[in-house]
């Protein structure tokens, strides 16, 4: 049986929600005839954050029945769970949101794989916003404008966006100097981290010095966030390693604020998730008050600045508009000029171009390329997508192995 199969082009403004709720629910919309009366299964990162938080709530396993919980595996780990589940309940239909965000590149290979084999089985539509994610099999193509679905014939990938179009201002200087004298700031020296006897990271040699710009790479489960929170002074694991996080050593009653204050963080989570309402102005502002939302009245200064990031960005026009009513892409580039403003030490950017469209994800590489090449910080940026623009310094790469993952730079 030959089954039809869609791809749904989305991009930062298209209402998914409404859409998947609706095809779910039975309300079928023309040129989805085919799934009427028909059984649909959703696979996408919000079923997942439903199902960790359950499994917290309830404290136990609801989709798997491993020892691991979904909340301490790794994203690539968590979305196979979530795969084999919802085939579980064999549906006739299976929707698909951005199936192939956050898994390495092996991964997306095995998991079109297995999507291809399928696809006699089971009608796929899949909601995309990256084009080279296309599953070569899908015959119907539509796109997601706001609320209403249009016809489209096969997209060709997008025309590049012009460098000249994007920030043309420099980025702006920070109010105060950078507050870090020395060269080296965070030092990982023969590193060993397992979890319950599973070695995960074997003899890390990492450093990061001031103004480095590092890409982090490596396969789903190789260990990537575990290092990240070494770096941060999270994991307990630093402990008794030789583990320097600004010139201190892990355990030497180093000041867990005086890390945080330093290291600008940024994951499309806390991005997308923020609940507060803030004006557009305020969020940039608040990346200098180390909150999340502005909860003081901000000085002459701090407004200055805020003003040169968002004429930066070119979205001077929107600074009081809520911040919650701006596009994903526009509240990505805000939450990164929050964590950009103060001019951290170090700046972490994991899997910040997750679930954008190819024009926002062009953008976002653009600014963090630009910020590496005018500001003194250095740069930490995860990803699995290897953004074609991207311009890293270096690279540190993890590699699996039965012992743990090993790194090297290149
Ligand atoms: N608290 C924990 N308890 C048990 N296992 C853990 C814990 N935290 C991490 N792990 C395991 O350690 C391995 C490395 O996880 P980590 O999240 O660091 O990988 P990653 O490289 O960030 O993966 P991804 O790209 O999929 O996010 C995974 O196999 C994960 O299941």
């Known amino acids: 049986m030959n089954n039809k199969h869609w791809a749904i082009f989305t991009n930062n403004a298209s209402k998914k929600n409404n859409f998947i709720a609706s095809l779910l629910n039975g309300k079928v919309s023309s040129g989805f005839n085919e799934l009427r009366n028909k059984k649909g299964s959703l696979f996408s990162k919000s079923v997942l954050e439903d199902y960790m938080r359950k499994e917290e709530q309830h404290g136990r396993k609801?989709?798997?029945?491993?020892?691991?919980?979904?909340?301490?595996?790794?994203?690539?780990?968590?979305?196979?769970?979530?795969?084999?589940?919802?085939?579980?309940?064999?549906?006739?239909?299976?929707?698909?949101?951005?199936?192939?965000?956050?898994?390495?590149?092996?991964?997306?290979?095995?998991?079109?794989?297995?999507?291809?084999?399928?696809?006699?089985?089971?009608?796929?539509?899949?909601?995309?916003?990256?084009?080279?994610?296309?599953?070569?099999?899908?015959?119907?193509?539509?796109?997601?404008?706001?609320?209403?679905?249009?016809?489209?014939?096969?997209?060709?990938?997008?025309?590049?966006?012009?460098?000249?179009?994007?920030?043309?201002?420099?980025?702006?200087?920070?109010?105060?100097?950078?507050?870090?004298?020395?060269?080296?700031?965070?030092?990982?020296?023969?590193?060993?981290?397992?979890?319950?006897?599973?070695?995960?990271?074997?003899?890390?040699?990492?450093k990061i010095q001031k103004g480095d710009f590092w890409e982090l790479r490596g396969k789903n489960g190789s260990g990537k966030t575990t290092i990240l929170s070494m770096i941060t002074g999270e994991n307990p694991k630093g402990y008794g390693q030789e583990l320097y996080i600004f010139g201190q050593k892990k355990g030497s009653g180093e000041s867990v604020w005086d890390i945080k204050r330093r290291i600008g963080y940024f994951t499309p989570a806390m991005t997308d998730k923020f609940t507060g309402y803030h004006s557009v102005q305020n969020m940039v502002i608040s990346g200098l008050t180390d909150s999340l939302g502005l909860y003081i009245r901000p000085t002459e200064s701090q407004l200055r600045v805020a003003k040169d990031w968002l004429l930066l960005l070119g979205l001077w026009h929107l600074k009081d508009k809520l911040y919650h009513d701006l596009t994903i892409g526009q509240r990505r580039l805000i939450m990164c000029a929050r964590a950009m403003i103060k001019h951290p030490v170090l700046l972490i950017l994991d899997e910040p171009t997750a679930g954008l469209d190819d024009e926002s994800a062009e953008l976002f590489v653009a600014l963090v390329n630009k910020f590496a090449s005018e500001s003194e910080t250095a740069i930490v940026f995860v990803s699995h997508r290897q953004e074609p623009n991207l311009n890293p310094d270096f690279i540190y790469e993890l590699k699996m192995g039965n012992e743990g993952s090993t790194g090297s730079v290149h």
Do not use: C
Not at 124 to 141: A, E, G, Y
Not at 147 to 167: C, G, H, Y
């Open 62 to 206: 609801i989709i798997t029945n491993t020892a691991q919980n979904l909340k301490t595996m790794s994203s690539g780990e968590r979305q196979k769970a979530l795969l084999a589940h919802v085939l579980e309940n064999k549906p006739d239909y299976l929707i698909l949101d951005n199936p192939f965000d956050n898994l390495d590149i092996d991964t997306q290979i095995e998991l079109k794989r297995k999507l291809q084999n399928m696809r006699h089985e089971i009608s796929l539509v899949q909601l995309i916003s990256r084009k080279s994610d296309l599953l070569p099999f899908v015959n119907t193509f539509f796109k997601l404008e706001i609320n209403d679905l249009v016809t489209v014939e096969k997209v060709s990938i997008t025309k590049r966006l012009q460098e000249k179009k994007m920030f043309r201002n420099k980025i702006p200087p920070p109010l105060k100097p950078f507050d870090f004298g020395e060269k080296v700031l965070i030092e990982l020296k023969n590193i060993n981290v397992s979890y319950s006897e599973r070695p995960i990271l074997k003899n890390i040699n990492w």
